[in-house]
């Protein structure tokens, strides 16, 4: 069981490493972007301590088969907790209300032919190579090489001054790379454009070229700039002008000549054969028909309604020429392969290649690399673009990808996925070394068949989990992770890639019927789609009473949850009351990884809370609590796990843990007399009341030997014994 078997500090420790580099513990992630994945080392801590045997710490790195377990996960985003699931050898059953979410997971799990897809690919590139490679080539300033390659080119958005016609660059600053990943700082000079190396930013000196003054600053700032040429203060964005236009302002690129005596990056300022490679590739595009390109205006949205104000009005206005032909290019060679994984696998590749081929990238002036479209869950528009090579570079003598955003770096990262899936592993850390522990005997995919009977089913649904009807007390288990109230705008993000993808693959019962994967039934709060709390809670509700229905009575229904305000897990709180399930644990584990937050020591948290559920069982009597004293009791063993487990925590994961602790309970005394068909608004004062009986957070801080400013790396301590509760055999049952 869960409750007792769970290992907080020791999945804590391994999901926290997880989060940093979620690619190396979870290759299987590289399918396709998705928002929020959860740490895959949660799920499988937490499968194994319901339906393993023994110390979860030893079972963890063993290969096991739970045959004839069947998991449900009805909001199934990227698939984390089905494909663990699926890779221990349980049935599974995932639903998701978005389809791009249930392509992603289909492809996850199906299986492939890895050289042939590799092969494929290679001829994919290889031909695109032959169509478009020129206009990625540039000629190296060090050796004159013009077979040099760009890794990206650098745009800036102009626009002409309202009074004297002029166009202006809108830089907001002109650094083009710190001295972070190059030996020294490069400015752009204001007045010619020239790159200059500088040693100290802040007294730049003057340009090598036009002996200019250098500035660190540039003038458009808070949507205001002033006019270099009449001094006239000019405002943007200016939506009615259209889509913003830019100018190419600087190329980082790579030069395999150069490269072995060379230190940091090669930069240049664009020459004459660059700007006129791009218009020859303009010229290619406005020459041929395009088929593939999609033609769909940007709907309004709480996040898209940004992309008007600064004059986008479809999405085809996202890409420059050159990424449209280089895209249409791919999508065309896709559509004439035969129908199969290899093909949907290319397509998918296509559809996450988008979020590095659009003009909406910036340039992280740092590390020195693209940052694609969905490194927030927002379309930020920036002033500076990053334009990358859409072939990728490969650095023969070492054999690895150069750069990042191209169709080689999508098809490493999508092969190692699949590699994994077909022979998973787990990092295990021993004396400050990582090891790679191969897990024998388990993959993720479809069954082998053996007698022609499946081993391991896969049900996937796309529908919103409000409508899904299981065979009652069918389920085992059901493990998710549910949308947050106005957390992540999935479909309205999603469409992005969408409307391409839906090109591509449309057929005739295809998840791709709809021109949108919004949808009315979608649980997450949106302005623009009048979708409001109360639209939130009754849909949790019904999802949790579906779900409940199809589990055999006493199996866990566990669900992580985080937010910063406990009002946005009263509708959580009646979900579960809803469905008649008691909360029998809330357990916490890191989740999003901020880098920062734990060394400024901020009320933020990085801490999920996972909630185990059940309609019958036993709960034992420590896990149950009256007061703020007895609240504190719970949430300082869990502090006391976590350090155990080597982590550190800010006041905010103390307060999330709390939040768990007083959701739980709340549930827990309110489930008698419990009357879901009361009205909704009364429902949730009866939660928010429970809470405040409890104590809240303010109470239960209290009795928390709790310094407000202190570090991240204080050591909690209890300020008094408890000894008002049972021991470990002390179970109330329910
Ligand atoms: C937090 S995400 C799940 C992320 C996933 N666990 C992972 O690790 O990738 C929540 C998901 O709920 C889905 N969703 C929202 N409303 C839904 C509904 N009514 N029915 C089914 N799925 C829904 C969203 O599309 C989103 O994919
Ligand atoms: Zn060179
Ligand atoms: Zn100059
Ligand atoms: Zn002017």
């Not at 023994?54 to 096991?64: A, M």
């Not at 001094?231 to 002008?241: A, E, F, L, S, T």
């Not at 009652?472 to 992770?481: G, I, Y």
């Amino acid at each position: 069981m869960i409750e007792k078997h769970f290992d907080i500090g020791f999945i804590a420790n391994l999901a926290l490493r997880e989060k940093q580099i979620q690619q190396n513990y979870r290759p299987v992630i590289a399918v396709h972007k998705w928002f929020a994945r959860r740490p895959g080392t949660l799920f499988r801590g937490l499968l194994l301590s319901e339906f393993g045997s023994g110390e979860l710490e030893n079972q963890y790195y063993e290969p096991h088969n739970l045959t004839g377990i069947t998991i449900a996960d009805p909001f199934m985003g990227g698939g984390t907790p089905i494909l663990e699931a699926n890779r221990l050898g349980c049935n599974v059953i995932g639903c998701d209300i978005n389809p791009m979410a249930y392509w992603i997971v289909e492809r996850e799990l199906a299986s492939i032919d890895l050289e042939a897809y590799r092969n494929a690919a290679n001829n994919l590139v290889e031909d695109l190579r032959q169509k478009v490679g020129s206009y990625y080539s540039t000629r190296c300033t060090i050796c004159g090489n013009e077979a040099a390659q760009v890794k990206y080119f650098l745009w800036i958005k102009t626009l002409p001054c309202e009074e004297c016609g002029e166009n202006m660059d809108l830089f907001p600053g002109f650094t083009l790379s710190t001295n972070n990943r190059h030996p020294f700082h490069i400015l752009i000079c204001s007045s010619c454009g020239e790159l200059n190396e500088v040693v100290n930013p802040k007294s730049p000196g003057i340009c090598k070229t036009c002996s200019s003054t250098l500035h660190q600053e540039g003038k458009a700032r808070t949507g205001r700039t002033t006019c270099h040429h009449c001094g006239k203060v000019n405002r943007y964005p200016r939506p009615n002008g259209g889509a913003p236009v830019h100018r190419m302002i600087a190329i980082e690129y790579f030069c395999p000549q150069c490269k072995p005596g060379h230190q940091g990056r090669f930069f240049k300022k664009p020459d004459e054969m660059d700007l006129l490679n791009y218009d020859q590739a303009h010229d290619r595009w406005n020459s041929i028909q395009c088929r593939f390109v999609p033609s769909e205006d940007i709907p309004s949205g709480d996040e898209s309604t940004r992309l008007h104000r600064w004059g986008y009005r479809n999405y085809q206005e996202l890409f420059n020429p050159r990424q449209l032909l280089g895209l249409e290019l791919s999508c065309r060679h896709i559509a004439s392969l035969p129908e199969g994984e290899i093909k949907a696998a290319l397509a998918t590749n296509l559809s996450d290649l988008l979020r590095y081929q659009n003009m909406l990238c910036r340039y992280d002036t740092s590390a020195l690399k693209s940052l694609d479209i969905f490194s927030v869950h927002g379309f930020p528009v920036g002033l500076m673009q990053c334009e990358s090579n859409i072939l990728g570079i490969i650095d023969e003598i070492k054999g690895t990808n150069v750069g990042s955003g191209g169709w080689n770096n999508i098809v490493e990262k999508y092969t190692r996925a699949k590699a994994y899936c077909q022979q998973p592993f787990e990092i295990k850390h021993h004396k400050g070394k990582k090891i790679q522990v191969k897990i024998a005997d388990e993959w993720i995919g479809p069954s082998v068949k053996s007698n022609g009977v499946p081993t391991k089913s896969i049900q996937l649904y796309c529908t919103s989990s409000t409508e899904l009807d299981l065979p009652q007390a069918s389920l085992d288990a059901v493990f998710t992770d549910p949308p947050y109230f106005g957390n992540v705008q999935y479909a309205e993000l999603m469409d992005f890639c969408y409307v391409w993808l839906r090109r591509l693959m449309l057929t005739d019962q295809s998840v791709f019927r709809q021109n949108s994967t919004r949808d009315m039934d979608e649980l997450t709060g949106n302005t623009t789609m009048e979708r409001g709390l109360m639209h939130f809670l009754e849909g949790m509700s019904k999802v949790f009473q579906n779900m409940t229905r199809a589990l055999k009575p006493g199996s866990p229904f566990v669900f992580t949850y985080h937010h910063n305000d406990i009002n946005a897990y009263i509708p959580i709180a009646v979900a579960i009351l809803d469905a008649g399930l008691v909360c029998t644990a809330s357990l916490p584990c890191p989740a999003e990884m901020g880098a920062s937050i734990h060394i400024n020591g901020t009320g933020s948290s990085i801490m999920d809370t996972v909630f185990v559920c059940r309609s019958t069982g036993i709960v034992n009597r420590r896990a149950i609590a009256s007061t703020p004293k007895g609240i504190a009791r719970m949430v300082l063993e869990d502090l006391q796990q976590m350090e155990n487990g080597g982590i550190k925590y800010t006041l905010g994961d103390v307060r999330c843990i709390t939040y768990g602790h007083l959701i739980r309970m709340s549930v827990w005394h309110l489930r008698g007399g419990w009357n879901k068909d009361a009205n909704t608004d009364a429902k949730m004062a009866k939660v928010a009341k429970q809470i405040d009986a409890l104590g809240s957070w303010q109470q239960v801080k209290e009795h928390l030997s709790v310094d407000i400013s202190a570090p991240a790396t204080q050591s909690w301590v209890a300020m008094e014994e408890s000894v008002e509760y049972g021991g470990k055999h002390d179970d109330i049952a329910f």
